[in-house]
């Protein structure tokens, strides 16, 4: 696991310092998209934050996209795994009767097993990492629309939200 923070550019870990606004490999392609505007005269330098977010505004789209559908499926398979749980303890018990203590309990076990089988846990932590990256790409886009109306001739970029 890296000590790497979300770069809110590109969206991948490799931002190695907070008060970095972009990552390295962000860094070089701002810097070279911007001397290539300078050598095709077309003389307006964008500022790094300004150039961030675009990216970030258009990154923010895609990942709530990518969010809703991982939550229609963690909702999916809530529901098939209650299902599956459900049949199999009517299987195993027949028409046979059962304290509901018992049935529910039972059926908690059997919904935690296949909830396990069915990779629910690895769908439940990237459904979580995708909400985290929402809210800190929310965060960076709002940060530097603040900044830029607070102070629209100072660039700062350190004490960018932390991810």
């Known amino acids: 696991m890296s000590n790497n923070i979300e770069c809110p550019a590109c969206g991948e870990e490799k931002r190695r310092r907070n008060d970095h606004l972009v990552c390295s490999s962000c860094y070089q392609a701002y810097r070279a998209e911007t001397a290539q505007a300078l050598?095709?005269?077309?003389?307006?330098?964008?500022?790094?934050?300004?150039?961030?977010?675009?990216?970030?505004s258009a990154l923010l789209e895609r990942r709530k996209g990518e969010l809703e559908g991982e939550r229609a499926k963690f909702l999916h398979l809530q529901k098939e795994v209650h299902d599956e749980a459900f049949q199999r303890i009517q299987k195993s018990l027949g028409m046979r009767r059962v304290n509901r203590e018992i049935f529910c309990h039972a059926l908690q076990k059997?919904?935690?097993?296949?909830?396990?089988?069915?990779?629910?846990?690895?769908?439940?932590?990237?459904?979580?990492?995708r909400e985290k990256s929402v809210e800190f790409l929310t965060s960076v886009i709002e940060e530097i629309r603040r900044r830029r109306s607070s102070s629209s001739s100072s660039q700062q970029t350190s004490g960018l939200p932390k991810p």
């Open 39 to 56: 050598v095709k005269g077309k003389g307006e330098v964008v500022s790094l934050s300004d150039w961030v977010l675009v990216r970030a």
């Open 110 to 129: 059997i919904k935690e097993e296949v909830w396990s089988e069915r990779g629910g846990h690895r769908l439940f932590a990237e459904m979580k990492d």
